[in-house]
């Protein structure tokens, strides 16, 4: 059990600490408006790379077909998420973010924003299918004892991105006193740039996946 745990932990891990889209996004949302909003940034991936896991784990064949089938449908769409979220980061504030007063629902616009984000990109099932093989975790039968092997393996692959997340939340926020105003305006604008142009990488190689396959 705790060997299934253990795995389950180093998966998480592995599928966290890429800093694609969603780091970039966590770090300025701590940078921005402090730990709590970068952590729930990074809880909203967490249940995302939860969900496919999950799915990894069932043995979801048909699943990972369609994604593979309508990738270039799922890569367009999603790069556009990616695209506006980054536009949206570079257009905002962080100076009027700094002076608004933390709420519930700040942070729960925060999880939704890094859920979308991160459910729209497929390439998070094909990892975490990848570090499954690497550990050397395979899908599960619907039995009982399959049964709690899938549910402590999800656990561990929650706490490990957990952990990836509290950890970077906590150190970037240990530093984001240093910065100062003007710091922290460009900061925000490179991040929304590099968000954006990693959307728009994403929908461009989407787009032309398409038209080879309309062109078939």
Request: glycine share 10%.
């Amino acid at each position: 059990m705790l060997t299934t745990l253990l795995k389950g932990f180093i998966v998480g891990l592995g599928a966290s600490i890429p800093l694609g889209p969603l780091g970039v996004l966590c770090v300025q949302k701590t940078l921005s408006k402090g730990r709590n909003s970068g952590l729930f940034t990074g809880l909203g991936a967490s249940v995302s790379d939860t969900f496919y896991a999950g799915l990894a784990l069932l043995g979801l064949a048909f699943v990972e077909n369609i994604i593979n089938e309508n990738r270039a449908i799922v890569m367009l769409v999603g790069g556009i998420i990616i695209a506006l979220i980054g536009l949206k980061v570079y257009r905002t504030n962080p100076i009027k973010q700094i002076r608004q007063k933390s709420s519930h629902k700040r942070h729960l616009e925060d999880f939704v924003e890094a859920l979308v984000m991160t459910i729209t990109n497929p390439g998070a099932l094909f990892l975490i299918l990848g570090l499954f093989a690497a550990v050397g975790i395979n899908s599960y039968d619907s039995d009982s004892a399959g049964s709690v092997s899938i549910i402590t393996t999800l656990w561990g692959v929650f706490l490990g991105t957990v952990t990836w997340w509290f950890t970077l939340t906590t150190t970037i926020n240990v530093f984001r006193k240093k910065f100062r105003l003007k710091q922290l305006i460009m900061i925000n604008r490179i991040a929304g740039v590099i968000i954006m142009a990693l959307g728009v990488i994403s929908t461009f190689d989407g787009l032309i996946k398409l038209i080879l396959q309309l062109k078939k």
